[in-house]
């Protein structure tokens, strides 16, 4: 690791403290022989921002770190593959594009399950009126927290998720 340090003064009065480069006491942004390149470089990114937000915007994208955000992106991909000529490739990519959507579901899907559970499971009512399984609240002959149906603890003389008593011998439930 290189001990040289940029000999530039930033505007804020620090020193710049990047790599200089091989032949000079100054880093890539600060050395008068790649000023132009340096200028380039800051006009390109700049460009690049602007056009990240415009296609944003154009795209009406919304954070990716959301299910709803991944599935607009799904949405764009296949609305452009569809616009392609027919070809494998465009198969490919229908096909990927579904198969992206299918986990998509099923990750929303685990989500809200797991909510529900939680919420079950720290005396919440799922909905007033809906429950997460039967359409209905949660069951009044379910154990305390179970949702209609499902047992909180499985082969232990509570209700399997069929609602027998599984300590009970198979067919005298």
């Known amino acids: 690791m290189s001990s ?5 003064i930033r505007a804020d009065g620090r020193a710049c403290g990047a790599v200089p480069l091989r032949d000079g006491p ?30 944003a915007g154009a795209y009406d994208l919304v954070a990716f770190d959301s299910i ?14 569809l616009d392609l000529d027919n070809s494998p490739a465009r198969s490919r990519v229908l096909i990927a594009c579904v198969f992206a959507a299918l986990r998509l579901n099923l990750a929303g899907d685990l989500e809200a399950r797991v909510a529900a559970l939680e919420g079950a499971l ?10 997460y399984l039967d359409g209905g609240g949660a ?5 305390e927290g179970a949702l209609a149906g499902e047992s909180l603890t499985p082969g232990r003389g509570d209700l399997d998720p069929g609602g027998a008593d599984a300590s009970a011998p198979e067919g005298q439930a």
């Open 68 to 81: 709803p955000g991944l599935r607009r992106i799904i949405e764009i991909a296949a609305l452009d593959a």
């Open 4 to 8: 040289r340090r940029c000999s530039a």
């Open 26 to 55: 100054a880093c890539f942004w600060h050395s008068a022989e790649t000023a132009e390149d340096a200028a380039k470089a800051r006009r390109l990114g700049g460009l690049r921002r602007r056009r990240e937000k415009a296609v």
């Open 122 to 131: 720290a005396g919440e009512s799922l909905t007033p009126g809906r429950g």
């Open 139 to 143: 069951d009044a002959s379910a154990p």
